[in-house]
T-cell receptor
Framework: KAGVTQTPRYLIKTRGQQVTLSCSPISGHRSVSWYQQTPGQGLQFLFEYFSETQRNKGNFPGRFSGRQFSNSRSEMNVSTLELGDSALYLC???????????FGPGTRLLVL | GIQVEQSPPDLILQEGANSTLRCNFSDSVNNLQWFHQNPWGQLINLFYIPSGTKQNGRLSATTVATERYSLLYISSSQTTDSGVYFCAVRYGQNFVFGPGTRLSVLP
């Protein structure tokens, strides 16, 4: 069974731009969560989707948004990028929200 | 909110040595997972262990939910065990990570 895939793997943007990251969960998994990892803040929860509905959102500004499609694939969007948004963005999928999470390889975003 | 602490923050071992990593959490949790993050950033799922003991090869984990801690044991460490080990807990609808233990295994 294929694992969680994320695209793109690397991305360079400039301040003020927006970016969209994509995550394809493991086949059969309906829950997708997103996390931001930075050296200073560690791993922080962004949001969780289940059956196309956002169940929960972490403490991030409204510039961070996401959605989930009927095939469980998910996208997250960051608008008006800031230098501090430079991070590794990780996506995880699980069969259901309380079940074991499996992580993708991440997208490394650099904002210049 | 919940506090998740891990100790030690850094650990250096010689190949073949054993180690114990600890995860403390400040409130009751719904589940707990251990992950290994390799040098390329990939988080690898080690254990899903809300309570009890599990073993997988050279690795084993024990969670004592009533005392709010979990332990990860690594025996006969290998250089490929190097990386950062995270525990993460499900607290309500949030999934909260600890700060990690950075393990370096020297040949």
């Amino acid at each position: 069974k294929a694992g969680v895939t994320q695209t793109p793997r690397y991305l360079i943007k400039t301040r003020g731009q927006q970016v969209t990251l994509s995550c394809s969960p493991i086949s059969g998994h309906r829950s997708v969560s997103w996390y931001q990892q930075t050296p200073g803040q560690g791993l922080q929860f962004l949001f969780e989707y289940f059956s196309e509905t956002q169940r929960n959102k972490g403490n991030f500004p409204g510039r961070f948004s996401g959605r989930q499609f009927s095939n469980s694939r998910s996208e997250m969007n960051v608008s008006t990028l800031e230098l501090g948004d430079s991070a590794l963005y990780l996506c995880a999928s699980s069969w259901a929200p309380q079940e074991t999470q499996y992580f993708g390889p991440g997208t490394r975003l650099l904002v210049l | 909110g919940i506090q998740v602490e891990q100790s030690p923050p850094d650990l250096i071992l010689q190949e073949g040595a054993n180690s114990t990593l600890r995860c403390n959490f400040s409130d009751s949790v719904n589940n707990l997972q251990w992950f290994h993050q390799n040098p390329w950033g990939q988080l690898i799922n080690l254990f899903y262990i809300p309570s009890g003991t599990k073993q997988n090869g050279r690795l084993s984990a024990t969670t004592v939910a009533t005392e709010r801690y979990s332990l990860l044991y690594i025996s006969s460490s290998q250089t490929t065990d190097s990386g950062v080990y995270f525990c993460a807990v499900r607290y309500g609808q949030n999934f909260v990570f600890g700060p990690g233990t950075r393990l370096s295994v020297l040949p």
